[in-house]
């Protein structure tokens, strides 16, 4: 199999290896003769190695009719599956929140509940203390009126002495 890059005569990339600064491998900086020197031979390497990436860049991207129309209907598919798996955890999302709120709720509902039937059993005491105090009220009151007569026939007993012989 041929490849369009074959022309250049560059199988691969040749590259002089970086120094080591390790302290082994320490050369003092170039002077200003050695990168004139340097640089041509540097950017030839660089030419190279990009000419040899664009040629492995455009043999990697092609593919055949069908092949990109499958990728294409693939990714849409992927893209829409996504799309729903993202749908479907917000929803998720969102019921969980609305569960957590429904159980706020039914607390709040049964504590009222539980404070309601504390409230209707104070009404039910207060009510029979109510109901007993009235019949003490009454028994009271009636006993009040039994002295007040009998005050009222001391008093004509005393009236009716006093004036008298």
């Known amino acids: 199999m041929s490849h369009p890059h074959a022309q250049h005569g560059q199988a691969g990339l ?20 050695d990168w004139v020197q340097t640089l ?6 660089a030419r190279n190695a990009a000419i040899a990436l664009r040629d492995l860049v455009q043999d990697a991207v092609y593919l055949d009719e069908d092949c990109y129309s499958s990728a294409v209907e693939h990714t849409h598919y992927q893209d829409n599956l996504h799309g729903q798996q993202k749908q479907i955890h917000d929803l998720e999302n969102e019921a969980a929140a609305l569960r957590a709120e429904l159980e706020r709720k039914d607390e709040l509902l049964a504590a009222a509940a539980a404070r309601q039937r504390e409230a209707k059993s104070q009404i039910t005491e207060l009510q029979h203390e109510l109901e007993n105090n009235a019949v003490v009220f009454r028994m009271h009151y009636q006993e009040l009126l039994t002295r007040n007569d009998e005050i009222e026939r001391l008093k004509a007993v005393i009236e009716g002495l006093q004036g008298g012989p």
Request: cysteine-free; overall charge negative; hydrophobic content about 40%.
């Open 14 to 33: 040749a590259m002089t290896p970086l120094p080591v600064l390790d302290g082994s491998d320490v050369r003092p900086p170039l002077a200003m003769q």
């Open 40 to 45: 041509p031979a540097t950017l030839d390497e």
